[in-house]
């Protein structure tokens, strides 16, 4: 990480060291968590106000950042990742981590302030779990701040609907039976509930 940083350089240069189809999955995810945040606010889901809430949306396309620092033969593998490879794979929040820590220091630059702290919970927490099996930090319930729970449901609906480099895209319908599955142990429930009436 700190080799590649290096000095001073802007957030562009980061997400060019990105597969296209890593970039186009953070863009769909930050706008499914924009449109899903605002219904969210609409029907009351969120209680308690919530401020930063219009700038999930664009914090969330950061979530994936960390990926920057995966080697690309295993971002693009069609086959089934090597246990190593997975645990390489599950690194990323961590680097994303380490991203902040620059940014913060003036290292690396271009996500304005106001979305740091948002990008930042996004990028290292939204693999966390429900039920506090997920990684990095193995966080639970309401230890996982809502921007990351969120966007775990964002991000695995988009990963499910869209083509990847190892499959073919699910139906929504399958998508949406899966986030079922899931909720109460990898998502929120309640955020799952809600999702799935919006669509």
Same mark, same amino acid.
Request: glycine share 6%; hydrophobic share 40%.
């Given at each position: 990480?700190?080799?590649?940083?290096?000095?001073?350089?802007? !957030?562009?240069?980061?997400?060019?060291?990105?597969?296209?189809?890593?970039?186009?999955?953070?863009?769909?995810?930050? @706008?499914?968590?924009?449109?899903?945040?605002?219904?969210?606010?609409?029907?009351?889901? !969120?209680?308690?106000?919530?401020?930063?809430?219009?700038?999930?949306?664009?914090?969330?396309?950061?979530?994936?950042?960390?990926?920057?620092?995966?080697?690309?033969?295993?971002?693009?593998?069609?086959?089934?990742?090597?246990?190593?490879?997975?645990? @390489? /794979?599950?690194?990323?929040?961590?680097?994303?981590?380490?991203?902040?820590?620059?940014?913060?220091?003036? !290292?690396?630059?271009? @996500?304005?302030?106001?979305? @740091?702290?948002?990008?930042? +919970?996004?990028? /290292?927490? %939204?693999?966390?779990?429900? +039920?506090?099996?997920?990684?990095?930090?193995?966080?639970?319930? +309401?230890?996982?701040?809502?921007?990351?729970?969120?966007?775990?449901?964002? +991000?695995?609906?988009?990963?499910?609907?869209?083509?990847?480099?190892?499959?073919?895209?699910?139906?929504?319908?399958?998508?949406?039976?899966?986030?079922?599955?899931?909720?109460?142990?990898?998502?929120?429930? %309640?955020?799952?509930?809600?999702?799935?009436?919006?669509?």
């Amino acid at each position: 990480m700190e080799k590649t940083l290096g000095v001073t350089r802007p !957030i562009a240069e980061i997400l060019k060291l990105l597969p296209t189809e890593e970039t186009h999955h953070m863009l769909r995810v930050g @706008i499914l968590v924009e449109h899903f945040t605002q219904e969210l606010l609409a029907h009351g889901v !969120i209680k308690d106000p919530c401020k930063n809430c219009k700038y999930f949306g664009a914090a969330a396309f950061y979530h994936d950042i960390g990926k920057a620092w995966i080697p690309h033969e295993i971002l693009t593998k069609p086959d089934k990742l090597t246990e190593t490879e997975t645990l @390489i /794979m599950r690194n990323h929040p961590v680097f994303a981590q380490k991203l902040f820590v620059q940014l913060n220091r003036g !290292i690396i630059v271009g @996500i304005p302030e106001h979305l @740091i702290q948002l990008a930042r +919970d996004a990028a /290292m927490y %939204h693999h966390e779990w429900w +039920d506090g099996n997920g990684y990095p930090y193995g966080m639970k319930q +309401d230890e996982i701040p809502l921007i990351a729970s969120i966007t775990s449901i964002c +991000d695995a609906y988009d990963a499910m609907t869209s083509n990847r480099v190892y499959r073919n895209r699910h139906s929504r319908d399958h998508a949406h039976k899966e986030l079922l599955k899931h909720a109460g142990t990898q998502f929120n429930p %309640h955020l799952v509930q809600a999702f799935l009436a919006k669509k």
